[in-house]
């Protein structure tokens, strides 16, 4: 597998090359950067529009530098600070920007654009072919001994899933490989349209699509504010609980499961922590095998370029990564590139965000959300719904290892699916009109005895036979998830056995699956997911 390393620049054929020495003219190639990205015509126009530069880059051979601010022009450097571009831009300059960019493409430059792609092309060759060589045996050596309903690509839509998708389609030589896209209400259109053509192009390739339709994302912004880098809900809410609910619906009677991801070490920090090969705890022997791990930018562009597959139409607008198009880690340039191709998706953002930051009593909230200080926020400051991870109880003076909790929500049939965990539930041998519901154990011994009427708020919970301050906690830590629950499917996520079910955003337990193993109650700090979120007190 190909490594970081250095990307060097051969000023006769005025392209890349990944050797030190051109394969095709033999020229010395000098330094150019670690990593780097084609340049497409769309993102060409608008520099030469940012730079006031009308057609100076119309024959030019334009390369970006993966980390921001640099691109190459026929070899030589420019800088670009995108943030005061970002900053600085008026929205009539944007208006005429946009209008300037939906103008018809010049064919010339056109023509220009593809055969500076093909002397790319064949000036990395040999390097495409190493590649390739070690990518398709990586995968034929991990998939020995899995059939191929075992077998499944997690494809997002973007490049890296895109050629991952590909690898796996030619090294099996089969295009009978199940694709798992989550779809998360928030793609880029581009990305819609992109899997829409991926079906269409492959029909006999299943692709399964994951969502969770019960959940509206704005509704919940208003509940719980909008996601930020070290909030994201938005993730386990609408990409990981759906998707794994899916997986473990698809998967349910394997004993293996092996999961192709478009997961490289060079696209974050977090991403370097994984490996070529990963034991997932989501499903049981669920294998992850990501073939391009050590892929740069360079190596996924040569193969999309080198084979001529289909991809996203977003990276030829300069976007350069297509997650969520109002994800809090976008880059400011994804953000610009946005207010031109999502003008109206991204004024109805930024207007949520903007009376949020009202609501939570900033001062000059429009420059708060420019400035993208929402983006740190962290906890459930100025947000009514985190009042219901307060859990207000007292213990009962006349009887032992009995509580009072006076509950943020009314007691309702819902209640009684969080203690389903503790044992069985009967209703018939308590008293009915004092709401007594009693929780036994595999012996039939009680274990719990639940008091409250339909529609009231107190709730009276009698602990038998066990150490009453473990098992407190553990009642807590239901009663929270009972009071905060919006059905964000972590809990059904986090099930080893398939137990736990979001049913029209009420939370449901299958007592013939259920061991009562306790995963649900413990898996997440005071029980819930979503208190976790909410609950961080380190406001900004």
Not at 31 to 40: G, H, I, K, Q, S
Not at 216 to 225: M, P, Q, S, V, W
Not at 263 to 270: A, P, V
Not at 494 to 521: F, H, M, Q, S, T
């Amino acid at each position: 597998m190909s490594l970081t390393s250095k990307i060097y620049y051969c000023e006769k054929c005025n392209v890349p090359i990944y050797s030190e020495r051109c394969e095709v003219c033999g020229s010395e190639g000098k330094y150019l950067a670690t990593d780097v990205r084609p340049v497409f015509l769309k993102e060409r126009l608008l520099m030469e529009l940012i730079l006031n530069k009308p057609f100076e880059l119309k024959y030019s051979s334009v390369w970006a530098d993966i980390s921001g601010n640099r691109y190459f022009i026929d070899g030589k450097e420019l800088r670009i600070n995108k943030k005061q571009v970002y900053n600085n831009l008026s929205e009539s300059d944007l208006k005429e920007i946009s209008g300037k960019l939906r103008e018809v493409e010049d064919e010339e430059e056109k023509e220009k654009f593809d055969e500076s792609i093909k002397k790319f092309i064949v000036a990395n060759s040999s390097h495409f072919q190493k590649i390739l060589f070690e990518a398709k045996n990586f995968i034929k050596e991990n998939t020995k001994g899995y059939n191929l309903d075992e077998i499944f690509i997690s494809f997002s839509g973007g490049k890296d899933s895109t050629v991952v998708s590909d690898l796996v389609m030619k090294a099996l030589s089969t295009s009978k490989i199940i694709h798992i896209h989550g779809d998360t209400t928030l793609e880029f259109p581009f990305t819609t349209e992109y899997v829409n053509r991926f079906r269409k192009n492959n029909p006999y390739t299943p692709l399964i699509i994951a969502s969770n339709k019960d959940a509206n994302f704005f509704e919940l912004c208003d509940i719980l504010g909008p996601p930020s880098r070290v909030m994201r809900w938005c993730c386990t809410v609408f990409k990981t609980g759906p998707i794994t609910k899916k997986i473990n619906m698809l998967f349910k009677n394997k004993e293996k499961v092996l999961t192709f991801y478009g997961i490289r070490s060079s696209e974050s920090n977090s991403r370097s922590k994984y490996s070529e090969v990963t034991i997932s705890p989501k499903i049981t022997r669920q294998v992850v095998i990501s073939p391009i791990f050590n892929w740069t930018d360079f190596d996924v562009w040569l193969y999309i370029l080198t084979t001529g597959i289909d991809f996203n139409e977003a990276y030829k607008l300069g976007y350069t990564r297509v997650g969520c198009w109002c994800c809090p880690n976008n880059s400011e340039w994804s953000q610009f590139l946005s207010r031109i191709y999502l003008t109206e998706m991204t004024e109805k953002w930024e207007k949520l965000l903007v009376d949020f930051a009202r609501r939570l009593g900033k001062e000059d909230a429009e420059i708060y959300v420019k400035e993208g200080k929402w983006k740190a926020r962290q906890g459930g400051e100025g947000l009514e719904y985190s009042n219901n991870s307060i859990i207000s109880y007292k213990p009962c003076s006349n009887e032992e290892n009995t509580f009072y909790y006076e509950l943020k929500k009314p007691i309702s049939k819902q209640l009684y699916e969080y203690f389903k965990p503790f044992g069985e539930l009967n209703f018939e041998i308590g008293n009915k009109l004092l709401g007594e519901v009693y929780v036994l154990d595999s012996n039939k011994n009680v274990v719990l005895k639940l008091q409250g009427i339909e529609g009231d708020t107190n709730l009276k919970v009698s602990v038998y036979g066990s150490k009453s301050k473990i098992m407190k906690q553990k009642i807590d830590a239901q009663i929270t998830k009972y009071q905060m629950c919006i059905g964000c499917l972590a809990c059904e996520s986090i099930c080893p056995l398939g137990a736990i079910k979001i049913i029209e955003n009420e939370y449901k337990i299958d007592d013939n699956r259920c061991v009562r193993c306790g995963n649900c109650i413990h898996y997440f700090d005071g029980g819930c997911y979503i208190r976790k979120v909410l609950t961080i007190k380190r406001g900004v």
